[in-house]
């Protein structure tokens, strides 16, 4: 394929047109295109990590993002303080809250599966509240990047969702029923599930499969502080 060249004979697809780039100040201001529903899946490492990575990237130009977790367990090493709480709470514009309980449903972890069920449906409340506080905000506008979520998001991204969805938690109609009550403007994500969601085949704009082809905890590796929390 021919690369496209302007007038003055660079090419248009390079991005700054080969010039290094650099940091700016983090102003408000309102995304051009948003408005899509993602869905990230599988049974690899890196879901939750690919959609707070695009949130931060979102963030960093001045669009209003936050996280709602549905669940974030793991194994015994992982700790309750992550850092992507830490960096979420230094970053201008990204907020984040966890009601999901700690441990995995249906894992023998000590939690308790009845509570599971409480918190993925206080979840599934809270994400609620938020969709319904987005169609109140004007999304083609600037939000305050210190103002809170029930103000109005650009992005939201519901970290485990699918995972809450996959374990009869909350019912697959109550995704579908959070992607019908999204407003136009609003990017919404979604995440988890190593069971492919193909109830949401048709209701996606973007589906990602995240495939495992080696993990070391097959060989005894236990949680890092650093890469898995």
Request: aromatic share 4%; charged share 30%; glycine share 12%.
């Amino acid at each position: 394929m021919s690369d496209e060249r302007t007038s003055d004979g660079t090419v248009e697809n390079t991005p700054g047109q080969g010039r290094t780039p650099e940091s700016e100040p983090i102003e408000p201001k309102a995304p051009e295109e948003f408005g899509l529903v993602q869905v990230w899946w599988g049974d690899g490492k890196g879901k939750t990590t690919a959609t707070l990575g695009m949130g931060m990237r979102a963030a960093g130009h001045g669009h209003r993002v936050h996280v709602l977790q549905f669940m974030k367990g793991g194994a015994s090493s992982v700790e309750a303080v992550r850092g992507e709480y830490n960096a979420i709470a230094a970053l201008p514009g990204m907020s984040y809250e966890n009601l999901g309980h700690y441990g995995w449903h249906g894992m023998a972890d000590g939690s308790e599966d009845e509570s599971h069920e409480e918190q993925a449906q206080a979840g599934l409340e809270r994400a609620r509240e938020l969709l319904a506080a987005a169609s109140e905000a004007d999304l083609e506008s600037a939000l305050p990047l210190d103002g809170v979520p029930e103000d109005g998001v650009h992005m939201l991204i519901l970290d485990e969702v699918l995972y809450a969805a996959d374990r009869d938690l909350i019912s697959e109609d109550d995704v579908l029923e959070l992607i019908d009550s999204k407003p136009d403007g609003l990017e919404l994500v979604l995440s988890g599930s190593h069971a492919e969601p193909t109830y949401l085949q048709e209701h996606a704009d973007l589906i990602t499969n995240v495939r495992k082809q080696k993990h070391p905890i097959e060989d005894g590796q236990r949680a890092r502080r650093g890469t898995e929390f």
